[in-house]
């Protein structure tokens, strides 16, 4: 399989656990259809998957089946589902297009977004700390901590308020742009990686390895999509284009241009590489070929 195929084959996995585990169990539980419909709307409408994905390769690199540690990738999706409806709102990047269909807020309401999203991230630590043959207390727990760290304000939330508070800012350093993109973005892809390995029980070494990996990674895809908002299109990204440029916000393009962007950008690939480059097989190659695929996007 190509990456893209191998990527693809792995969201369909996500996407039948969402469909058919997830959301039959709210609605075994009871939750008010329109609530549901709204969180499914924005947690059923396609994407990458990218962040699930990483947990279940990093579990499978250090040698556990994906199937065990499926509900606790699944959990990933469902905070990164909650933290997009989140970010579309008027009050924040007030975005009306989401993956090439109107934004939550503008089919549910504003109130009805904001309670999917909260519904969506709480639900997300049930889904996580669910119990599986052959994962042990002891390493889901940990895990779990990883992940609302990521989420948290010292991680996800964090970086949206940073980034809220330096859109429109003159004299933004590089630093200070990375640091934010760090909490907004690498965060949660970086505690996939981690989780995975957490969860597997891949030791110190293991982990760290995951660690170093996710943050190249997710400093890569950060830049990779600062450079689509000014050069890609909205049928393929499936979301305005030239917003963060309307709005104000600073970018790597904005800062230092296209062309030192892309070479930053590929500089953290390489570094990405570097952490993984101990590892063999399909799996580790796979790691490789994803990280090399972040960048042929703007390549």
């Given amino acids: 399989m190509t990456v893209k195929e191998r990527l693809a084959a792995q969201a369909a996995e996500?996407?039948?656990?969402?469909?058919?585990?997830?959301?039959?169990?709210?609605?075994e539980r009871g939750v008010p259809e329109g609530l549901l419909s709204a969180m499914e709307y924005s947690l059923l409408a396609g994407g990458k998957r990218l962040?699930?994905?990483?947990?279940?390769?990093f579990a499978e690199l250090f040698g556990v089946d994906r199937a065990r540690v499926m509900p606790f990738a699944a959990g990933f999706e469902i905070i990164h589902t909650y933290s997009l409806i989140h970010d579309d709102l008027p009050a924040m990047d007030d975005d009306d297009l989401r993956r090439g269909r109107p934004s939550n807020h503008?089919?549910?309401?504003?109130a009805g977004a904001i309670?999917?999203?909260?519904?969506?991230?709480?639900?997300?630590?049930?889904?996580?700390?669910?119990?599986?043959?052959?994962?042990?207390?002891?390493?889901?727990?940990p895990a779990l901590a990883e992940a609302a760290r990521a989420a948290g304000a010292a991680g996800m939330v964090g970086g949206q308020v940073l980034d809220m508070?330096?859109?429109a800012r003159q004299g933004l350093t590089l630093a200070e742009l990375a640091h934010m993109q760090a909490l907004k973005t690498g965060a949660l892809l970086t505690a996939s990686c981690v989780c995975?390995?957490?969860?597997?029980?891949a030791g110190e070494d293991?982990?760290?390895?995951?660690r170093e990996y996710g943050e190249a990674v997710g400093a890569a895809f950060q830049i990779v999509d600062d450079i689509l908002d000014e050069v890609g299109d909205a049928a393929t990204l499936g979301k305005p284009v030239g917003s963060d440029r309307e709005q104000g916000k600073n970018t790597?393009?904005?800062?230092?241009g296209l062309d030192e962007s892309r070479r930053l950008a590929e500089a953290r690939v390489d570094a990405a590489l570097a952490a993984i480059a101990a590892y063999e097989g399909p799996t580790a190659d796979f790691l490789r070929e994803l990280a090399r695929y972040i960048v042929v996007r703007v390549q």
């Fill in 206 to 210: 293991g982990v760290c390895r995951a």
């Fill in 14 to 27: 996500v996407e039948v656990y969402l469909r058919e585990r997830f959301g039959v169990r709210m609605r």
């Fill in 165 to 167: 508070e330096y859109t």
């Fill in 115 to 141: 309670l999917a999203g909260d519904a969506l991230l709480t639900e997300a630590f049930g889904c996580m700390s669910r119990a599986w043959p052959g994962i042990e207390a002891d390493k889901v727990l």
């Fill in 51 to 57: 962040r699930p994905c990483l947990c279940l390769t």
């Fill in 196 to 201: 995975g390995a957490i969860l597997a029980g």
């Fill in 106 to 110: 503008k089919v549910y309401g504003e």
């Fill in 252 to 256: 790597y393009p904005s800062l230092v």
